[in-house]
């Protein structure tokens, strides 16, 4: 059984950067398909980023594009989400997903294996 863990969140100011990590417990995860999701109180899920394990491609919602970047650590079992220029508006519960697929996607119910989250807060 595949575990995440996330790690990384916290609080920054506005302009600042947080590098989130997914970690696999026992799996390397260059064979899946990972998505980084977010939820803020009161909102629904939203995807944010996802990698393909097929080709490496990458996704990115047009709110974060240009400021965050997914990669994968596959020697460290991790996949990374380094974000940027933070705004307050990137506050929210950040979870990473993943499945065994060729091609990754932003939608959530197409993910078997999530983590259980860390909390992002961008504030001064």
């Known amino acids: 059984q595949l575990q995440l863990v996330e790690s990384g969140g916290g609080l920054v100011q506005p302009g600042g950067s947080l590098r989130l990590s997914c970690a696999a417990s026992?799996?390397?995860?260059?064979?899946?398909?990972i998505g980084w999701f977010r939820q803020a109180p009161g909102k629904e899920r939203e995807g944010v980023s996802c990698?393909?394990?097929?080709?490496?491609?990458?996704y990115y919602a047009d709110s974060v594009k240009g400021r965050f970047t997914i990669s994968r650590d596959n020697a460290k079992k991790t996949v990374l989400l380094q974000m940027n220029s933070l705004k307050p508006e990137d506050t929210a519960f950040y979870y990473c997903?993943?499945?065994?697929?060729?091609?990754?996607?932003?939608?959530?119910?197409?993910?078997?294996?999530w983590g259980q989250g860390t909390q992002v807060t961008v504030s001064s």
């Open positions: 026992e799996f390397t995860l260059d064979t899946y398909s």
């Open positions: 990698i393909s394990s097929s080709d490496g491609s990458t």
């Open positions: 997903a993943a499945d065994p697929k060729p091609w990754c996607t932003v939608v959530d119910d197409s993910y078997g294996y």
